[in-house]
Each structure stands twice: as C-alpha cells, then as structure tokens.
C-alpha cells in the first residue's frame, strides 16, 4: 500500500490549486454562488482543460486512464477553494456509474464528452430526502412499445437543474435498473431546492412518464453500491482538502489577532485547539490515501474503506469548520468572512450521502461488528 503521493501526483496537485487560486478565487465563488446556473462554467472549462474531469476515464474513451488516487488530489484541492463546479456530480457520481455499468454504447457516446467538459452528467438514486435506495424506489420504469418511460421523484440530486443527462436508478419488474434521462426529455421536471451550502446545488426530479433509455448492467444493484463507495472516497477528499483550508486559515488569525497584548495562538486554550485541528488533517489524510488506494488496487477491501474514510473525516470536517468560527471571534459570524462558507460546506458534505451514523452503521456491518 502506498499513503504518499508520487511526484507527478504533486505536480498535478499545483497545477490545480494554481489555477483555482488565479481563477476561482474566494471573490469569484461568491459571484457565482448568488447567480445563474450557480456554478462557473469558465472555471469548468479550465479543469477540462487540464484534463482533470476523466482522470478515471480510460484513454480510450478520452479520459487520462489514471486513478482515484489522482483525482483524491483534485477533490481535495476543489473542497479548499470551495469551488462550485459540478465535479462530485459528473466528474465522479456520472462517470463512475458509467463504469460501473455493462453499456458500451453508453460508455462510448458519454464518457469522452463528459471527460471534455461538453456534457454535465449527475445520478439520481435518493428518495424523499434520505439516503441511497439501490433498489429504485418508489420510481417505477414501464416498457411501452419497446420504450421505457419514468414515474416518479428524486430528491436530493447534485447539480439536478442543471446536468445535461441525468442516470436514474429505478424499479423494474425484473428488478432495479438504470437509466438515462436527457434533461429535455418530456415530463421531467426539476425544481432547485434551497440547501444549506450556497455552493453546491441540489434539485428535486419529478418524472412523470418520462422517456428514458434503459443501460445494460448485470447487476444494477451492485453497480449502485459500488458508485455510492466510489463517491464517498472522492467526497472525503473534498472534506480533507476543507478541513487543512480550515485549518490554515485559522492558524493565520491566531499568529495575527491580539487581545491583551497578545497574539490570541500564544494562549495554551487556543494552542490546543489549533493542534487538535492539525491532527484531525493527518489523521483525515492517512484515511483518504488508504480509501484511495483500495479503489483503485483493492476493489474487495473499498467498501470499509470507504464507510471509514466518511466516518471519521466528514465529523473532522465539521468539528474544524465549526472550531474555526470560534477562534475567529465576531468576525467568523459575519456573512464578509469565509469561515460561514466552510461551515455550511462542511456540514452539508456530512450529510450528503447519508448522515454519520448511517455510516457508522455502515461500517460496524462491513467489519462484522
């Protein structure tokens, strides 16, 4: 097993935090958090450019036929900027869902442009709010004159009003099955929800008899369980790469702020807390690389690494985020200063594929506890 990240996974880690600092700065997610689609497509267009949305991606099919260990890198670095791009959406939940499928065709016709940034995709699995439902549901597909068409609504769906194709799992009468949805079809409705995080948005999908293409898989089932690891890994890169920015940030202010003629970081209270946050990073990290590295070289062993990795590092996320508006004092409440944004980022990404406990249910299940 290998924690360390190689030289090239270093440079690829600059070259993104270059560029997210010279063109997605803390002023430009705020423009583009408060406006239409709410994410930035010049900034999308960028990564496609350094070739960041198909790390995962075979070259074949236009990808850069790399692994989750690299594109761990490019999540962590987008979870520090607070990036709002659909990454986690087409870049990671889309993609993988076409990998994990058995469709060459669908392979072949998405997955290059989904990788050139042409096409945002997204999945929709959970229902009412809750947590991922492998078996489809209460949306039902009907076959009609050899054509499927969809009933029923899913909610929450990342990037749902925006995403030019839509992968739904839904019941069949032989069982789940995906499907995909182009977002004009008839009888699809998307309405943008009001969520916590103005930085990532979440829709609701209603379909009514709405046409969709039916995606080969042998087991649609274990597909949906092996996209919903695969995004908890990359998930936890976002919330790794939150929790140093957190971190650092708050370092900074207690080096600068004084009260009683003191920088407020010379106090043992706030030495504790500032070092608390530095091992809750290394511990995060170790648990990342290890997630990682299964997805990529131990497919039997992800499932724990994955329960683990959202265990342990959404909490650490939330703990450092909300540690970090308390050592900013008055001004970590204000709406100027970032540290609401990292709050309500982190605390969002902990519940967005299932709250902590359901992951720790998870895992004791995984492990045999």
Do not use: N
């Amino acid at each position: 097993m290998k924690l360390v990240l190689d030289a090239e996974q270093e440079d690829l880690r600059a070259a993104v935090r270059k560029f997210l600092a010279d063109r997605a700065p803390s002023e430009r997610v705020r423009a583009v958090m408060d406006g239409d689609p709410g994410h930035d497509p010049a900034v999308w267009t960028g990564l496609a450019g350094l070739g960041v949305l198909g790390l995962v991606v075979p070259e074949e099919l236009g990808g850069a036929g790399a692994g989750h260990v690299d594109r761990s890198v490019v999540a962590e670095e987008l979870g520090r900027a607070l990036t709002p791009v659909p990454f986690l959406a087409s870049a990671v939940l889309a993609t993988d869902a076409l990998l994990a499928l058995d469709d060459d065709g669908a392979r072949a016709e998405l997955l290059p442009r989904l990788a050139a940034g042409e096409l945002v995709g997204t999945v929709a699995v959970a229902e009412h709010g809750g947590e991922w439902d492998r078996t489809g549901g209460d949306t039902t597909a009907a076959e009609r004159d050899g054509r499927w068409e969809l009933t029923g609504v899913k909610t929450p769906v990342l990037a749902g009003d925006t995403a030019d194709v839509v992968l739904v799992v839904a019941r069949t009468p032989d069982g789940p099955g995906w499907f995909a949805v182009d977002a004009g079809a008839a009888g699809l409705a998307r309405t943008r929800l009001t969520g916590l995080d103005p930085t990532r948005r979440v829709a609701r999908l209603e379909f009514d008899g709405t046409p969709a293409r039916r995606l080969a898989t042998a087991d649609a089932a274990a597909a949906v369980d092996l996209v919903a690891d695969l995004a908890a890994v990359a998930l936890a890169a976002e919330q790794a790469g939150l929790l140093q920015r957190a971190m650092e940030l708050t370092v900074d202010h207690a080096k600068v702020r004084v009260q009683f003629g003191r920088p407020i970081g010379s106090y043992q209270a706030v030495k504790h807390g500032c070092a608390d946050m530095y091992s809750a990073w290394e511990l995060a990290v170790s648990v990342l690389r290890h997630a990682a590295w299964t997805a990529d070289h131990d497919r039997a062993e992800l499932p724990v690494a994955a329960a683990l990795a959202q265990t342990y590092i959404g909490p650490a996320a939330f703990t450092t985020a909300t540690g970090m508006i308390q050592y900013h004092g008055g001004i970590g409440y204000t709406w100027e200063h970032d540290a609401h944004l990292f709050y309500k980022r982190a605390k969002s990404a902990e519940q967005l594929l299932g709250p902590p406990s359901g992951h720790r249910a998870r895992l004791a299940d995984r492990i045999g506890v």
